[in-house]
């Protein structure tokens, strides 16, 4: 079965500045998907990525898939406290098979 | 010990049966939700319960009717069955003040 592997588990930012979170699977990703996690909110979708190599943005939070298809990063720029949450990548769990699997999740905490 | 189970993993049923997932979590948590994984493979949340009371109802037809016996259990029954309602099925639970969902294995539900 696949595994999807975060890191880093938590990060702790200073408000302004940049991080990166990043995903690695242990088998090809035949689609990557970002969402965030807030409580009471539900999961928050971000991006989906399919292609190797394919980069998306939104905002202030870019999202690459690596040539391989096997890692992904979720890069954000100056971070604010709106940033704050659990991101959690999921991918899907092979060609043809559609359900989700989830990465371990990475908390991020923004501090003034 | 499985933190939150679904059962059934698979259901298939014919069309306007009705049918019942459960979900339980032994976690402890305030807080339930139900979402479905739709067509694209995007997580899009159903419902959400905090301590056996409704909190989340997205536009669900009235055909889905969650119950919530206790904060440990949140079924959902779906009446009616229609092809459309097939899907992947996910239930998550999450702690007061905490930002991470934890999912269940997921079930899928084949509507013929």
């Known amino acids: 079965s696949q595994e999807l592997e975060q890191s880093p588990q938590s990060l702790i930012v200073q408000e302004g500045k940049n991080l990166t979170i990043n995903c690695t699977s242990s088998?090809?990703?035949?689609?990557l998907y970002w969402y965030k996690q807030k409580y009471g909110e539900g999961l928050i979708f971000l991006m989906m990525l399919q292609k190797g190599g394919e980069e998306k943005s939104h905002e202030k939070i870019t999202a690459k898939l690596d040539e391989k298809k096997q890692q992904s990063s979720l890069h954000i720029t100056a971070s604010q406290p709106s940033h704050a949450g659990i991101y959690l990548c999921g991918a899907l769990a092979g060609f043809g098979n559609e359900k989700l699997t989830f990465g371990t999740g990475t908390r991020l905490t923004i501090i003034p | 010990d499985t933190a939150v189970s679904q059962t059934p993993k698979y259901l298939v049923t014919q069309m306007g049966n009705d049918k019942s997932i459960k979900c339980e979590q032994n976690l402890g948590h305030d807080t339930m939700y139900w979402y479905k994984q739709d067509s694209k493979k995007f997580l899009k949340i159903m419902f959400s319960y905090n301590n056996k009371e409704l909190i989340i109802n997205e536009t669900v037809p009235n055909r889905f009717s969650p119950k919530s016996p206790d904060k440990a259990h949140l079924n959902l029954h779906i009446n009616s069955l229609e092809l459309g309602d097939s899907a992947v099925y996910f239930c998550a639970s999450q702690d007061r003040g905490g930002n991470e969902q934890f999912f269940g294995p997921g079930t899928r539900l084949t509507v013929l």
């Open positions: 088998k090809t990703l035949y689609g």
